[in-house]
């Protein structure tokens, strides 16, 4: 057996016999759960699928849709609109809570059910059924199939939601909600309906955490910078009112709902989901945050914990004096190379440059710069990705070099450069296909320099 999966069933067979908590049972179909449904699923950034337990069950989404809704919303509408109708500060109060902002009545944030409602409202669409058909499409494509829904718990939920209906009309009056609210509460039911199998949960959380692409399908379900939106919302507000003690002990983003389903994204690691009924008094299934916990501290998968760099930026600096390049030369040639090769510093370099992998390349540059003029071969051939951010620091960096007097050869795979220089000024360097090529014509430089033309045959 795998050790991922050796270890989830090692969890769940541990925590079955965990038998604190209470099931939901404000609508019978809650409250007729077997509280001994215990199942989790992991689903990597590779789209694998790992399981432990009772993964076969379905059960109603309940809150655990409120991030997909949030994402959807905030692609349609943009973050500025959605952040003016709806706030991103944990309440601290229940997730039922009467609490509107004073003055604008905007809700808390869109992980209570107030801030959720307005979300729901905020899809844009024709009718009511074409903004539950959004929505469950949405769903659906960030859990890789299509879902549906449980006709009998909405039905509940319609029958028993008073409450709802009360904060829905409390927005309407304060100014935060337009439409109808009844319709709005009754799409808000429908979504919370949605049924689910605890691997579509790890699914939909594996999309969150790979940056808004589906592992399985390969689809992208929204923009990256919606799927950072909601991972930061689910991180200070997902868990209910221990939000906070959550991202102390377990450091990840999630969200809880009432049908004991719990989902945590580590981001570009994997999405794991919790399907277990009994809850604790915040809402949150007890099984599931004792599991999180546990994996969270076993894996070192906090947000706060950085193992740092796995391996080394810079594998090799070198010069032209020391390994030149295979050309052919002449004798004269040779006896400039061997008295000015040092003036050609080789630096090499490999794996994904970000920020601390940039900082240490920039480091070495610095510390290995041949006097002016001299020329800098960097070696980025097995380089295989450089953060946006990073392009501009190894540019402004380049940019110092070339003005100091010195010129640049780079190797690089294809679109790995296109990010440098990409404001359309010339580049102050010269781009190769392999290190050996840019050795070579930092070696026919220094010798035009070296030799007065017509002396150096
Ligand atoms: N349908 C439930 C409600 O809005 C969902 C609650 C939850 O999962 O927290 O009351």
Redesign the pocket.
């Given at each position: 057996m795998d050790p991922v999966t050796a270890s989830m069933i090692e969890i769940h067979d541990r925590l079955s016999s965990l038998t604190d908590g209470e099931v939901a049972d404000y609508i019978p179909q809650l409250a007729s759960a077997d509280p001994g449904t215990f199942g989790l699923a992991l689903v990597s950034m590779s789209g694998n699928r790992y399981l432990a337990g009772d993964t076969d069950e379905p059960f109603s989404i309940?809150?655990v849709s409120k991030p997909f809704v949030y994402a959807l919303a905030l692609s349609e509408l943009g973050p500025a609109e959605v952040a003016r109708r709806v706030g991103a500060e944990p309440s601290g109060e229940a997730?039922?809570a009467i609490s509107l902002e004073p003055g604008t009545g905007r809700p808390a944030n869109p992980m209570v059910?107030a801030g959720a409602i307005v979300t729901t409202s905020l899809v844009p669409a024709a009718d009511p059924e074409d903004r539950f058909e959004r929505i469950r499409a949405c769903l659906s494509a960030f859990a890789g199939r299509p879902l549906d829904v449980d006709e009998d718990v909405y039905r509940s939920?319609v029958d028993t939601?008073d409450r709802?209906r009360a904060l829905a009309y409390l927005m309407r009056g304060a100014g935060s909600l337009s439409g109808d609210v009844d319709e709005t509460v009754r799409t808000?039911?429908r979504q919370?309906s949605i049924r689910v199998r605890v691997a579509d949960l790890a699914v939909m959380a594996a999309t969150l955490a790979d940056g808004g692409v589906n592992p399985v399908t390969g689809d992208r379900v929204v923009a990256e910078s919606v799927a950072v939106r909601a991972l930061a919302v689910m991180a200070t507000c997902g868990m209910y009112d221990t939000a906070g003690e959550w991202l102390l002990r377990v450091g990840l983003p999630a969200k809880s709902?009432?049908?004991g389903g719990l989902i945590a994204c580590s981001p570009a690691r994997f999405g794991i989901a919790v399907h277990s009924p009994p809850l604790d008094r915040a809402?949150n299934p007890v099984r599931g945050v004792v599991a999180l916990t546990e994996l969270s501290e076993r894996f070192g998968l906090h947000l706060m914990h950085q193992p740092g760099r796995h391996a080394a930026t810079v594998t090799d600096v070198t010069t032209a004096l020391d390994h030149p390049s295979h050309r052919a030369r002449t004798p004269a040639q040779r006896a400039t190379l061997d008295r000015e090769g040092h003036r050609i510093v080789v630096i090499r370099a490999q794996g994904i440059l970000e920020f601390t992998e940039t900082e240490h390349l920039l480091h070495a540059l610095r510390e290995y710069t041949p006097p002016a003029p001299g020329w800098i071969v960097l070696d980025l051939d097995r380089v295989t990705r450089m953060a946006v951010g990073s392009a501009a620091m190894l540019d402004a960096t380049l940019a110092d070099l070339a003005s100091a007097g010195h010129e640049i050869a780079i190797a690089a795979r294809e679109p790995l450069l296109d990010p440098i220089g990409d404001d359309g000024d010339p580049v102050p360097w010269t781009p190769f296909r392999s290190g050996a090529e840019a050795v070579a014509w930092s070696e026919d430089r220094l010798l035009a320099s070296a030799a007065p033309a017509g002396s150096s045959g």
């Open positions: 309940q809150s997730f039922n059910n939920e939601g709802n808000y039911f919370c709902g009432v049908s809402g």
